[in-house]
């Protein structure tokens, strides 16, 4: 449905947009608030400052800042007393506008989103919140494109779980669910989001490494994606996405990629941080440059579109040179085409992480934020010229700034 929605509330106009995905309401002239189908807060905006939440109940505040070389987008997480604070308003606000008589002008079914979104108090967010843990565990992490997609986790964790920089998975032990168990995952995850499905826009195929599993097991948990009736809008819209890390796993066919395709593999993330080895080797991450190249041509044979995450700023001031250049040279190798994204990550080294000590063991220079963002610059333009004309594009992102 899309339905615009305007009336005179006191002295001045409310505006609310209902659309098929979520219900935007204006509750002044400078504030907007978004709430799935369900009722859930999804985020606000007010004079230029956004708040976004996740399901995991994480309220993100970000805004622009004035420095010295223009406004810097800061972000820090609201404490439990503001994030109350501002949601409860926000629900008093509309609860108000609901009982005011000329509500009448509003669709019942518009009406009835802002119900539930009143209905929504914090503590009911925090509760729903603990369910979502419970279901998922931890969703660390996932491409920019693809942060409104369905989480279905075929597998929990990651294969490998050992590059030194990385912490995401490494309190879960690596498990393919079963076809029963991929069942129940569905249906327990299709329970938990209600009318807020509809907010979902893709199929994210999670954990870490969904397609390394064996092919066989893959066909077998996709088909069950085409089984499920309230799956169909999704994957039909924005298909099935999964990270890939082309390292360990199953080997796939161009054919079986193709087959997967019919099925519905719209991109595949592969996490390549680097297309320098030496680098590769000193973060431990396993494979070489031609493992990239081949499993990229073989998913582009196949029709299938590519994300390529290379990490800046990974290995400091000492690869610094290297860990461009190769990297440049590396994508120039790739059959990039429209569709496909170069992400560029900003490095953050995590303190829980091996990387640090072994950086300082080897007298490693790092790079301050301000270097990073120095150097991100540059990976733009050298990324962007490297493939101009194939219709790929580079974004740079922060992993700060991922909510769920
Ligand atoms: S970077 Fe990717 S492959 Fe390496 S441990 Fe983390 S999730 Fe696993």
């Known amino acids: 449905m899309m339905a615009l929605t305007r009336w005179k509330y006191g002295d001045r106009e ?17 504030n907007l608030v978004s709430y799935d189908h369900a009722g859930r807060y999804l985020g606000s905006y007010d004079r230029g400052t956004n708040i976004r939440r996740g399901l995991d109940n994480i309220f993100q505040r970000r805004w ?6 223009g406004p810097t987008l800061r972000q820090r997480s609201l404490r439990d007393d503001e994030a109350r604070v501002h949601l409860e308003d926000l ?14 002008a509003a669709h019942p079914a518009t009406k009835e989103v802002l119900q539930r979104a009143v209905d929504y108090s914090y503590d009911r967010l925090a509760s729903s919140a603990r369910d ?12 920019p494109d693809q942060y409104r997609a369905l989480v279905v986790q075929a597998t929990d964790g990651c294969t490998y779980n050992k590059c030194t920089f990385c912490t995401l998975y490494r309190d879960k032990t690596f498990h393919v669910r079963t076809p029963g168990e991929f069942r129940e995952h569905i249906r327990l995850v299709l329970d938990f989001m209600g009318e807020g499905l509809s907010y979902r826009t893709s199929l994210f195929l999670g954990d870490a490494n969904a397609i390394a599993i064996t092919t066989a097991r893959l066909f077998e948990l996709v088909n069950i994606l085409h089984e499920t009736p309230a799956l169909q809008k999704a994957l039909k819209h924005g ?16 054919d079986d990629y193709r087959k997967l395709k019919e099925l ?8 390549v941080e680097s297309g320098d080895e030496a680098l590769l080797t000193f973060v431990q ?7 990239v190249y081949d499993v990229v041509h073989s998913l582009k044979a196949a029709g ?35 569709g496909d994204i170069i992400y560029l990550s900003a490095f953050s080294p995590n303190p829980q992480a091996p990387y640090l000590p072994l950086a300082a063991e080897i007298g490693l220079r790092a790079m301050t934020v301000d270097e990073i963002n120095t150097e991100m610059q540059e990976w733009k333009k050298v990324l962007g010229d490297t493939i101009h004309g194939t219709g790929a594009k580079v974004v740079p992102y922060s992993f700060q700034r991922f909510i769920y």
């Open 14 to 30: 409310i505006i609310v947009s209902h659309k098929a995905d979520a219900l935007t309401v204006s509750l002044t002239e400078q």
């Open 64 to 69: 622009r800042d004035g420095g010295k070389t």
């Open 91 to 104: 629900r008093a606000q509309v609860g108000r506008l609901l009982e005011d008589r000329t509500a009448a």
């Open 132 to 143: 979502f843990s419970q279901l998922y565990g931890h969703i660390p992490i996932l491409p």
């Open 239 to 254: 298909g099935i996405h999964a990270f890939m890390d082309i390292y360990t796993g199953t080997r796939k066919t161009v």
């Open 264 to 271: 519905g593999l719209r991109r595949v993330s592969l996490g």
């Open 285 to 291: 991450k396993p494979g070489s440059r031609q493992n």
């Open 304 to 338: 299938v579109a590519v994300v390529i995450i290379f990490m800046v700023g990974l290995g400091g001031h000492d690869f610094r040179e290297k860990h461009l250049n190769e990297s440049a040279s590396l994508a120039q190798l790739l059959p990039l085409s429209k």
